[in-house]
């Protein structure tokens, strides 16, 4: 879905045609994978596997900023916070794979690395939980975003970090002039501030939201 989104925002305007670099400020999350067979369970349920759980790194932010760098030809820049743990460097590694730009991936002592648990059923529906941490607890408010805004194209946000952060975020992009600000809206289920949807180019519901 990512990449589809991304490619429609490097030809929503002329300045995408001048100005290749996104920004992307969001979560970034360690993902175990376990295939649970024909269905997922219900409550009260143990459903039983034998296959080995599968890992990969992931957050809507995370999968935001790779499916940029998928595009080809735009440089992305992320911004997210992890802990001081060996899921934090798997995630450095994934972007840099990625050929995404990590120096705002900063990691912090107050909790550890993101962490989501999916189980899929055989016909591909998914239930997860995932695990807060450091993508809100590593942000200390006074974050300045004018720099990783400087000549972006687009700033991608989502709903896995704190509502100050994006913001904050999306209101250094309007300062900076000619930066398209994409807020999707899936993550956490809570108020939008009127404020800060007022600093959006575009809100994307969540499929559960429609």
Known sequence: ????????????????????????VGSANFDTTYAVGAKLPTAGETVVTGGAPATCCGGKGLNQAVAAARVGDVAVEFAARVGDDAAADAVRSALADAGVGAARVAATAAAGTGLGVVLLEDGGEVLSVVVRGANFAGWDGGEAWDDLVAGASALLLQREIPEAVNAAAAAAAKRAGGVIVLQDAGGEDRPLDPAHVANCDDL???????
């Open 1 to 24: 879905m990512w990449r589809a989104v991304v490619v429609g925002l490097l030809c929503m305007a002329s300045a995408l045609e001048r100005r290749r670099k996104i920004a992307v």
């Open 204 to 210: 994307r519901p969540n499929l559960s939201a429609l």
